[in-house]
């Protein structure tokens, strides 16, 4: 989990960060504290990144990261994690 956010963190969009998300996806299908462990090492700053790009909704990196961000929103904080990230690069999320 710690390498593919970090992988996520650095990773240019495409095609890297699609792949490094369904990774992600992935582990936390299988592991229940995957979800815990993704938020505390800052998943957030990669999908508000992706949030950013403002890509267009069947863009597979958009339908992924939405994916990501609903599972991930059941964490405590997530939510004010992910807004917090993505004012840090100029994004507002309602």
């Known amino acids: 989990v710690e ?3 970090a992988l996520m963190r650095a990773a240019p969009l495409e095609p890297i960060m699609e792949h490094a998300m369904g990774a992600l996806h992935n582990v936390m299908l299988t592991d229940s504290k995957a ?3 993704a ?3 800052g ?3 990669p999908l508000a990144r ?3 790009t403002r890509l267009d909704e069947a ?3 958009a339908v992924r990261a939405r994916m ?3 599972d991930l929103l059941r964490i405590q904080d ?3 994690r992910l807004v917090a990230a993505a004012m840090e690069q100029g994004v507002r999320i309602p």
Request: charged share 10%; aromatic share 4%.
């Open 3 to 5: 390498a593919l956010v």
């Open 35 to 37: 979800k815990a462990r």
């Open 68 to 70: 990501l961000i609903s």
């Open 39 to 41: 938020v505390d090492v």
């Open 59 to 61: 863009h597979t990196l």
């Open 50 to 52: 992706v949030l950013a």
């Open 78 to 80: 997530m939510q004010q």
């Open 43 to 45: 998943v957030a700053y």
